[in-house]
């Protein structure tokens, strides 16, 4: 069974920083690009990063760049989101994402269970 | 403010025919850049529907269909069912900005 497993979330405080991770397992993890999307409360969904699947080359959204690190270990299928100096508009539920195809911005078909990150004093 | 609009909300009586649009500009559909279309349920994860414009992936009825020109893409539901009450997202990818972007949602109701 193809599967995103997130984990890593929880309540930090503001300008603090967190690792989130994703597992993956069911198809081949180091063919795939893959994605990290969000969704603050009651909002819409929102492209964080992306990543090619060998971890070669990186994306960001604007609101994180410059604050967010994308990384894989491909060796043990897992994806990772480094965020560093968090505000309170980076609360959300965090989804990591894998693409219907070879490029990040491609349609997901497969998405994790969500992880919540709470920044807040 | 989303790079691609959506309306807010859609509401249709079952076994109705409704559309979500999704309008974009040069940068992102209109440049030529897939859409795709996700079913989001409360309190659950997106569910892809409709990926490169039209094409539905395994197990997603017939009932949804995609379409795209020019700027806009839209979604399509026939034969409403209670079901599919749920919140609707377009994506693309935007050159401008070097990244995917989301529309900002649809709530579609079924009356």
């Known amino acids: ?121 | 403010q989303s790079v691609l609009t959506q309306p807010p909300s859609v509401s249709g009586a079952p076994g109705q025919r409704v559309t979500i649009s999704c309008t974009g500009s040069s940068s992102n559909i209109g440049a030529g850049y897939d859409v795709h279309w996700y079913q989001q349920l409360p309190g659950t994860a997106p569910k892809l529907l409709i990926y490169r414009n039209n094409n539905r992936p395994s197990g997603v009825p017939d009932r949804f269909s995609g379409s795209k020109s020019g700027t806009s893409a839209s979604l399509a539901i026939t034969g409403l069912q209670a079901e599919d009450e749920a919140d609707y997202y377009c994506q693309s990818y935007d050159s401008r900005l070097s990244g995917s972007v989301f529309g900002g949602g649809t709530k579609l109701t079924v009356l």
């Open chain 1, 1 to 121: 069974e193809v599967q995103l497993l997130e984990s890593g979330g929880g309540l930090v405080q503001p300008g603090g920083s967190l690792r989130l991770s994703c597992v993956a397992s069911g198809f081949s993890f180091s063919s795939s690009a893959m994605s990290w999307v969000r969704q603050a409360p009651g909002k819409g969904l929102e492209w964080v990063s992306g990543i090619s699947g060998s971890g070669g080359f990186t994306y960001y959204a604007d609101s994180v760049k410059g604050r967010f690190l994308i990384s894989r270990d491909n060796s043990k299928n897992t994806l990772y989101l480094q965020m560093n100096s968090l505000r309170a508009e980076d609360t959300a539920v965090y989804y990591c994402a894998k693409p219907l195809g070879s490029e990040y911005y491609y349609g997901m078909d497969v998405w994790g269970q969500g992880t919540t990150v709470t920044v807040s004093s």
